[in-house]
């Protein structure tokens, strides 16, 4: 079967985390908690911070101001909007900074764009939507799932189904393209060819099969090109 589709993850497929400018982002929302008078620390927010990105993945939080609102019940801090909203405005102001795309990222995906239909298919947290847009990565695929929009996070078979669904292609016409196995495992499970890009540092997060065999692997994205 001729290869039509290629489905890829974003977070250590794409894109990174520019860990100077996240640290720069959290301190600035501890700036903006002392200016309103809550004598927090980096120490105190990071950690919550952390825990409230990984509980918005399945779309348990409906928007950015619930977002902030559990943050600051779970620090102690009533919920008050002038201050949710200046919390948001700082949020808005790092998008696309505190994640970057690898080298060679936007040569790809315009090359793959020429031949095949593309879906971003990524776990991710609540807000990711507007650093896909920052990033200017919409123009190059035809359609992006995002877990928290969908309510479902790889590996379960649903994510992949709905984006073959959206792409208008069977399985055997596609690949999936992720940093990590157990992305993979769930892939392989619909009828997904696999291509494992190691260079993340999850690489056998979560995996199931530690032996798991792939149909292709590369070092970086900017390989990928030989396979497809």
Known sequence: MVLKGVLMDFGYTLAYIDEEEDMRYREE???VLKKYGYNKILNDLSP???NAYRSSTKGEIKDMYEFWKLLLKDMGIPEKSLLIQKLEEYRKRYVGKTIRLYDNVIPVLSNLKRRYRLAL???CAIGLSDVVKALDLNRFFDCVILSYEVGVRKPDRRIYLEALRR???EPKECIFVADEISDLEGAREVGLKT???RQG???THESKD???KLDFQCNNISEIIKFL
């Open 210 to 212: 530690q032996n798991f």
């Open 29 to 31: 929302i501890v700036t």
């Open 167 to 169: 792409l208008e292609l």
């Open 201 to 203: 540092p999850h690489t």
């Open 48 to 50: 919550l911070l952390d």
């Open 195 to 197: 291509l494992l890009v």
């Open 121 to 123: 298919v990524s776990n």
